[in-house]
């Protein structure tokens, strides 16, 4: 991996899409710069990871949803990074979140303001370093609005539309831009719910699929691939035949 790709940093690095991430990356021979709230979880990954491939990496300490923290996070990198990724989320419980607020805030605030805040700093401090790749880690559920989860969807859509004019902008200052749309992955944050085989990819194909795309240097991808035909005729249907559906 080129010099200007490294070191990676990864913010929802105890994720299973985060965690299998680090690894793809640290095959290529990728520094790593593991985020996450409770960094010391990382303690045997980071250990794993540097005897495994001899790599170097280190975890730094991120509650995304605190502005103070954010901040301190910033202070605390010992580098401008050469990619930054971004696999935050919470996915909720779209019943509970109706009538509970706080709940609600904190679905769209994880999974859009906040790694919009944090990607927007850090693609500021990248320009200084005029190359680099930013990722997005969205969802299908971003690409139509659902009953039975507008709430993730909705903060995914943003999201969505915040990676597409953040590659709109950076786009001519030599740093590119990823959105990934994932469908169905087999994770702690989906374990319970009955999951369609074939439509289901696991953490680690998410991740070889984003660095596939990122060296590629693609602007937007589904993972797995065949979600972008399901969700094309989604994003089509008429609003009166939409509200038809059940599901």
């Known amino acids: 991996m080129s010099a200007d790709l490294s070191p990676v940093l990864i913010v929802g690095a105890t994720s299973d899409i985060g965690l299998a991430l680090a690894h793809e990356y640290a095959k290529r021979g990728a520094a790593l710069i593991l985020a996450a709230r409770q960094p010391d979880r990382l303690d045997a990954n980071l250990l794993d990871l540097q005897n495994r491939y001899g790599v170097s990496a280190r975890s ?70 005029g190359s680099g790749t930013i990722i997005g880690v969205s969802s299908v559920a971003g690409d139509r609005g659902r009953a039975s989860n507008y709430l993730y969807g909705s903060a995914k859509a943003g999201f969505s539309a915040f990676l ?14 990823l959105t990934v749309k994932p469908g169905f992955v087999d994770t702690r944050m989906t374990s319970g719910m009955k999951l369609p085989a074939v439509l289901t990819a696991s953490p680690t194909q998410v991740a070889q699929e984003i660095v596939r795309a990122h060296l590629g240097r693609r602007s937007v ?15 089509l249907l008429p609003e009166p035949l939409f509200m038809r559906l059940k599901f």
Do not use: C, K
């Open 60 to 129: 730094i300490a991120l509650d995304l949803l605190d502005a103070d923290s954010r901040a301190r996070f910033l202070d605390a990198l010992p580098v401008v990074p050469g990619t930054v990724i971004s696999v935050a989320g919470l996915l909720g419980e779209q019943e509970r979140s109706e009538s509970d607020a706080a709940l609600a805030e904190a679905v769209m605030t994880t999974n859009y303001v906040a790694p919009a805040l944090i990607l927007s700093a850090l693609a500021n401090r990248m320009l200084g370093r």
């Open 164 to 177: 597409s004019g953040l590659r709109a902008r950076l786009r001519a200052r030599g740093i590119h831009v």
């Open 221 to 235: 991808i589904y993972t797995l691939g065949r979600w972008r035909w399901i969700m094309l005729p989604i994003r």
